[in-house]
């Protein structure tokens, strides 16, 4: 297996997006390790990759397992969200506040 560079694999991962014409695309960790030549995946070849693709697209891990590819022409149009518009009382929150309050939310959406 040859080992490509960080920026032959984030060529050809943008090479995908651009042909695929979609907006974004999910890999599999496999599909990494063919792409990039390596039988480890490490959270710092991400980085590397994720750098040389700065301006075009971003890549990040998904919890389930494998990668996403997201153009980021495709996050320009995303509405921007104001803290304060939804935590009024974010300045007087302590972290153990917010750990409750995330923790609550996380076992309603874990109940649907």
Same mark, same amino acid.
Do not use: C
């Given at each position: *297996? ?9 060529? /050809? /991962? ?37 750098? =040389? *693709? ?35 009382? =974010?300045?007087? *929150? ?19």
């Amino acid at each position: *297996m040859t080992m490509r560079t960080y920026e032959h694999i984030a060529y /050809l /991962l943008i090479y995908m997006l651009q042909a695929s014409g979609k907006a974004r695309f999910r890999l599999s960790r496999k599909s990494i390790q063919s792409i990039s030549g390596r039988s480890i995946i490490k959270s710092a070849l991400i980085r590397n990759i994720g750098e =040389w *693709m700065e301006g075009v697209a971003v890549i990040l891990p998904l919890n389930r397992g494998g990668y996403v590819v997201i153009s980021q022409e495709s996050l320009e149009g995303i509405a921007p969200l104001k803290i304060a518009d939804v935590i009024p009382n =974010w300045k007087k *929150m302590d972290i153990e506040a917010l750990k409750l309050q995330v923790e609550a939310i996380g076992a309603e959406d874990d109940d649907e």
